[in-house]
């Protein structure tokens, strides 16, 4: 498994997969590798001859207020994770390689980006889709595979390649739970004991949203509001969004029809966690 | 020369064009050719083995109340120009091609945009950059031809292709000008007789300005005081803006030192004409 710190570097292994006929996969990271991030690898691997793993903590898309600094950091266990794996090459750049003095170009997304955490968390879709961009450039990779955790972060990018026109194709990898329904992330490691034993509500509330559904209801109004009830019955849960909206527009509905998202964002302390699940009736 | 009307044409034009192992290039144009774009063409040949011109009037970067409408247009008569200088082939789609409903990502530099041109046309080179991203995801170019002459749109298109590690090589074409030094615009057609025979004032100010600076004057104040006077005292010019700037940096500037840009626009009527020159002391 090769290691590359500069673009030149993975533009070089990149280069040399092509000579050799290799399709190109990327997956992008932040690291703090757990099961989400080694199933997709175990993705990439399936359909690419070359898989590329980016980790990189990108700064851009993070606010002022937020994890940046704390955000959990093992290189040198993420490499043996990739390598365990049988990940070809890691692409891991320092902020001056991705950002040098002077950088002034952003990808924005509109309209999507202004609903779910594009209201907590402003600029945060901005960061994701420039970055995004730049690492597509730099592997111009044939398949990329982003994880449907971050459910609204792949319709961002799933627009931004259609209305760019950029060329990989992307792949959506359902998402990893822990035993008790707990969505694989790198944060979850923020929980206490307690916060840790109570997180498990967020899946529940999607799961009772999923039976409710399917036991003919219709009425978001009323399918938020049990969701909403569940977690705010949970002792040190803090919500700060609970939506129902169609998929992949990401538009308000007074009733359940098509495709249609459950997503939310809960505060545990200073920990925010996001899940989703999505429908189709 | 082949002419594409779908991304999907020129898709499959360039991928047969790189099979055969040619270098692809890029002219961006908005038609209506004159000898300037032909110098762009000819430019591109010299150094690639297959010419790629996009002739598309791109609304995204036309305020709402400029000329978008009436901009000339002369499809048949472009082909022929080009297909005269060997061009391979010619990309013309249509606005529902390169905007498809639902359209929504857009690219954004900064910094330099806000001055000159970014100030007059809010929006200008939001829809440039944008534009320019998606020709160049859609023919990958290894080398895209830009004209001298919109010289801050050249700075922001090499800021752009830096910070998001785009992959074409920029090449900048000197400005080419009618006999009596008016920088050739497609734009010129607007001008009645009178304005015509005005509008070389614009290069005449501006190698007053270099003969100054040759001279041995530094004071911008100065420098660009003499330009002023010259539009002013030019009947039926109207200025827009003469600045003396920075290059690249396009930053406010007491002294002329190191690589600097005269630039300005003017209005005749509702015609609107940019020029500009660069001096390095």
Chains 1, 2 share one sequence.
């Not at 090459?89 to 997304?109: K, N, Q, R, W």
């Not at 929980?191 to 799961?207: F, G, H, I, K, T």
Request: glycine share 6%; proline share 5%; hydrophobic share 40%.
């Amino acid at each position: 498994m090769q290691i590359c710190r500069t673009v030149e570097e993975i533009r070089t292994f990149v280069r040399q997969a092509r000579a050799d006929g290799k399709i190109v996969g990327l997956v992008p990271t932040m690291g703090y590798f757990h099961e989400g991030h080694l199933t997709l690898m175990r993705e990439a691997k399936k359909s690419c001859d070359a898989v590329v793993v980016s980790l990189y903590v990108n700064p851009l898309q993070f606010g002022p207020k937020e994890d940046l600094a704390q955000y959990p950091r093992d290189f040198d266990r993420d490499c043996a994770m990739a390598w365990e794996v049988g990940v070809d090459a890691i692409f891991s750049p320092a902020d001056e390689e991705m950002y040098p003095a002077g950088f002034s170009t952003f990808v924005e997304v509109t309209g999507i980006t202004e609903k779910l955490c594009g209201l907590s968390r402003p600029g945060h879709f901005r960061g994701v889709a420039t970055v995004v961009t730049k690492l597509f450039n730099i592997v111009r990779p044939d398949r990329a595979f982003f994880g449907q955790k971050d459910a609204q972060q792949a319709m961002v990018i799933e627009r931004m390649v259609t209305d760019l026109n950029m060329g990989p194709e992307i792949v959506l990898v359902p998402i990893v739970r822990e035993d008790d329904g707990l969505a694989m992330s790198s944060r979850n490691v923020y929980l206490n004991d307690e916060q840790r034993r109570a997180a498990p509500v967020l899946y529940r509330s999607l799961c009772a949203f999923r039976e409710a559904v399917a036991r003919g209801e219709r009425d978001v109004q009323e399918l938020r509001g049990q969701i909403v009830q569940m977690i705010a019955s949970t002792p040190g849960a803090e919500m700060d969004y609970v939506e129902i909206l169609s998929v992949p527009d990401l538009e308000q509905l007074d009733k359940v029809r098509g495709k249609c998202i459950a997503a939310l964002a809960v505060r545990f302390g200073r920990t925010r966690l996001i899940d989703n699940i999505i429908v189709e009736v």
